[in-house]
């Protein structure tokens, strides 16, 4: 029997942006509360992330079978890691100096809320906190993504040499991992009315005024984006001969609801279910993935060199080409082990222009229009680690797609 067209989720989501969309044009004042429902469906799924993610990094390194494997494969998602997200803070400080991008000078601004987030501070004894917690248990519940993959591949090193020992926690962790997918599975039927609830508050919130006010920066960053996502993506999936279109379309509905909520690891679970359905061979997934979300942000690297630029612009301060060269290497560092979370890069932002002696004020000034800047850096990150993973699995012959004529894989061996 053929499913009724509004059963899909797929018509439902369109409709709930439909939806979310015309309430925040037509009455905002009953808008602005919906944020509630976005909120509600994003921390449904994120309830889901530590008791999933913990357990299929875990297994991830035990079926890996010995330090060498895993090694290797660290070893292989790091170094294109770091090529990539290079190459693209490289390419938003080019753009930032051929667009001239530059906005209005902002007067009578309160840079409070941004004051704020850069007293956290991004310090190096901070960022070895972060990936080595005195206690995981707080770390968990704070969400700190790099020390859960620290701890797991700890845990799971641990456990391959207790060898036979330990079965029975591999087969609960195992157990554990499919009931939590089921969890995730039944928390993303909610995902229309997340959708409706974003959009809804969003454009309740901040209407059209803001944007057009710094349009040319938001242009600038889309087109950007745009272009890391079709032209340097596409050109790397055609190095490594992975089939982009095809990606693009199998992940089409995971990032329509990642540039909806701007959070990337909320849907880490959704994500690695469907890159193993993709033909990803689940081990990889497990480990590059939550991995790829500390080291592989391409999303912010991109906007990171752009942003400062514009505050240079904007206040007729001329970054020499010696200092624009330390800003690309402060950011080489600083956009490492910031996690998938709305509005976390302003603080590497502030923290960046505190360092080359930028005004406050400019970082406050790009602060209006994050909400949708946001949103296209969340989807240009989803879509790097998901071809960042298809690329590692396809090196260690652990990746085939479904529908494709079988094909021998090599297993990884130690």
């Not at 456990?159 to 079965?167: A, D, S, W």
Request: with cysteine.
């Amino acid at each position: 029997m053929k499913t009724q067209w509004w059963r899909s989720l797929g018509w439902q989501m369109v409709v709930a942006t439909a939806l979310g969309i015309s309430a925040g044009l037509a009455i905002p004042g009953v808008a602005i509360h919906f944020e509630i429902l976005g909120d509600a469906f994003l921390n449904l799924i994120r309830m889901a992330i530590v008791p999933l993610i913990l357990p299929l990094i875990v297994l991830a390194i035990v079926h890996l079978g010995s330090l060498r494997s895993v090694g290797r494969l660290a070893g292989k998602s790091i170094a294109y890691f770091e090529v990539v997200t290079t190459i693209i803070i490289v390419f938003g400080v080019l753009l930032g100096n051929l667009t001239n991008v530059s906005g209005p000078k902002p007067t009578g601004i309160d840079i409070g809320e941004v004051t704020q987030k850069t007293a956290e501070g991004l310090s190096v004894e901070q960022f070895v906190h972060t990936m080595i917690p005195e206690n995981i248990i707080s770390a968990m519940s704070q969400g700190d993504l790099l020390a859960l993959v620290i701890f797991g591949v700890i845990f799971g090193i641990a456990m391959i040499q207790l060898g036979e020992r330990v079965q029975g926690v591999t087969k609960v962790l195992d157990q554990l991992s499919q009931i939590m997918f089921g969890f995730v599975r039944l928390a993303i039927r909610l995902s229309p009315v997340g959708v409706f609830g974003f959009l809804g508050y969003n454009v309740a919130k901040y209407g059209t005024d803001t944007l057009m006010s710094l349009g040319h920066f938001v242009l600038v960053a889309f087109i950007g984006m745009l272009f890391v996502a079709v032209v340097l993506f596409g050109a790397i999936a055609m190095i490594f001969r992975v089939n982009y279109l095809d990606l693009l379309r199998s992940f089409s509905d995971i990032l329509f609801l990642g540039f909806v909520t701007r959070s990337s690891e909320a849907l880490l679970p959704m994500t690695l279910e469907r890159l193993g359905k993709y033909g990803v061979d689940s081990r990889i997934a497990s480990f590059v993935m939550p991995m790829g979300y500390s080291f592989n942000a391409d999303g912010t690297s991109l906007y990171q060199g752009l942003a400062l630029l514009f505050v240079a612009h904007t206040y007729g301060i001329d970054l020499s080409i010696g200092q624009q060269i330390t800003m690309m290497l402060l950011l080489m560092l600083l956009t490492k082990g910031i996690a998938g979370v709305p509005s976390s890069s302003l603080v590497v932002l502030m923290s960046a222009a505190t360092v080359l002696g930028l005004p406050a004020e400019g970082v406050a000034l790009l602060f209006s229009v994050d909400f949708i800047v946001d949103a296209g850096r969340t989807v240009v990150t989803m879509i790097g680690n998901c071809l960042a993973t298809v690329i590692v699995a396809k090196s260690e012959g652990q990746f085939r797609r479904p529908g494709l004529p079988e094909k021998t894989t090599e297993a990884v061996t130690a």
